[in-house]
């Protein structure tokens, strides 16, 4: 089991050892002397360190993101909790706005530090930018691209935040403010492209900021106050997110995905760990059939169609993109790859905004686009299967466990039937996760308690 730590231990942890994030391999030790990884104390200022500096962000950032993944998952219909834990239980039958909830306060302090290390990535690549050195046009690129990354899985999953510079509180910046973290990750998104020279990562960015663009879209629906209407994005939102789809597409049409890998030498995959190996999560209902008869924690790979149960609404047939993702993720235990961003779904934005701004005929373009690359066959209007039925069930599949299922179930009005009627997810739609105890108990800001002759902010 992962060792919980504490928001001061494992800020300083990553100030003492910023490693190269993926593909570490040939190095004795992490710690080792002789290895040109490691970056100790103020050393992670000076130019020749700009590349340890962006990949210790995306170390950061991997951290955060799988016990992020986790929590949010085990809210959808995705995962259920087939484990001891309790407060897993509590997550999965909808009661997401629990401060005591200890995933949720451990996703909270593990998506902190992944925040103010980016930020840090950022300021310092900055400098050194401004100073006229060379060879931090791509360092610095990364470090935006994990950082507008960062931005939009808070605003995504979180109610409202903090944004403390390590052991220096800062007040929480309000539900109504979360919104705005999305147009700062466009910003950084945007600085990016203007240093990047590669296709790759033009190609990364350009698809981040659709990303970001169409959440921001989603939040404008769910977000601090919940409108959703007819589930699909507004006009302006829609049709800004298609225009960087569009342009990503242009870059690369291809097939492609752009994941985070997980490696033995680096941090350890909550989420992989606890649906592969500790068995606390299985795949939800909705898409396979659990092993001893649906009782089981694995799915039943021998049952028909290798355990998946999710048809493809146009074929009929079992959709095995679901097994394509899964088979790969189960076989590699805890160092499963989980992918982020994709061709397939820029063409689901485009979808998307063909249903709300057109033209019409766009919307199966774009929709069999991603089916033509797993051999399904096109939908059409004679299908009996409506535009918004396709695109959720494309959505569901494509999608998987990308962090987009609780909104698409929040914004067509879907629901697990796992969540008790009383629940937050059942009775407050939109509802998502609150800043927790560990945040709250360390913050003067918060912590109605906190003793009246102890300084707050930056005098403490």
């Given at each position: ?17 910023l ?14 002397v ?22 210790g ?10 016990y ?13 909790w ?12 909808g ?13 909270y302090?593990?998506i ?20 006229g050195e ?13 950082g ?15 944004f403390?510079d ?94 985070l ?36 924690k ?38 499963g ?78 629901e697990s ?13 939109g ?9 709250i ?9 906190w ?8 005098g403490?």
């Open positions: 089991m992962k060792r919980l730590e504490s928001r001061g231990a494992r800020f300083g942890a990553m100030l003492l050892v490693w190269l994030g993926v593909g570490v391999v040939g190095c004795n030790s992490l710690l080792d002789e290895n040109p990884n490691n970056v100790v104390g103020d050393d992670i200022r000076v130019p020749t360190a700009a590349q340890a500096v962006a990949n962000a995306l170390y950061e950032v991997q951290a955060g993101y799988t992020t993944l986790m929590v949010y998952s085990q809210v959808t219909d995705e995962t259920h087939c484990g001891s834990r309790d407060a897993f239980e509590e997550l999965d039958f009661w997401v706005d629990r401060h005591l909830n200890e995933f949720t306060d451990q996703a302090k593990d902190a530090p992944a925040r103010w290390m980016t930020d840090e990535a950022i300021e310092i690549l900055e400098e050194h930018l401004a100073n060379s060879n931090i046009d791509g360092p610095l690129a990364e470090a935006y691209l994990w507008a990354f960062t931005r939009v899985v808070i605003a995504d999953v979180f109610n409202d935040f903090t403390s390590m052991r220096v509180p800062s007040p929480p910046i309000g539900p109504s403010n979360m919104g705005g973290l999305y147009d700062t990750a466009i910003q950084f998104l945007t600085s990016g492209l203007a240093l990047s020279t590669t296709t790759e990562m033009q190609r990364n960015l350009t698809a981040m900021r659709a990303r970001a663009r169409h959440a921001q879209g989603v939040w404008n629906l769910i977000g601090d106050t919940f409108n959703p209407g007819t589930g699909l994005l507004g006009a302006a939102d829609a049709a800004a997110a298609a225009t960087d789809a569009t342009a990503a597409l242009a870059l690369d049409n291809s097939d492609w995905e752009l994941v890998q997980y490696i033995p030498a680096g941090t350890y995959p909550d989420f992989q760990g606890d649906v592969n190996s500790r068995l606390e999560h299985r795949w939800g209902d909705k898409y396979i059939m659990a092993e001893d008869g649906g009782t089981g694995r799915r039943d790979r021998d049952y028909a169609n290798r355990g998946i149960v999710l048809m493809d609404p146009v074929s009929g047939n079992a959709d095995m993109r679901l097994d394509a993702f899964m088979t790969p993720f189960e076989d590699a235990i805890e160092y790859d989980l992918p982020i961003l994709s061709a397939a779904e820029m063409h689901l934005i485009l979808a998307e905004n063909a249903l709300v701004n057109g033209p019409t005929g766009d919307f199966a373009t774009h929709i069999n686009a991603a089916r033509a690359w797993a051999g399904l066959p096109d939908w059409t209007t004679g299908s009996g299967v409506s535009e918004v039925d396709m695109l959720l069930h494309e959505r569901s599949v494509e999608l998987f466990v990308q962090m987009r299922r609780l909104h698409d179930m929040y914004r067509f009005g879907i039937d796992r969540w008790q009627p009383e629940s937050h997810a059942a009775t407050a739609p509802t998502f996760f609150p800043i927790t105890i560990a945040e108990e360390a913050n003067c800001y918060l912590n109605p308690d003793p009246a002759d102890v300084p707050c902010g930056n403490g």
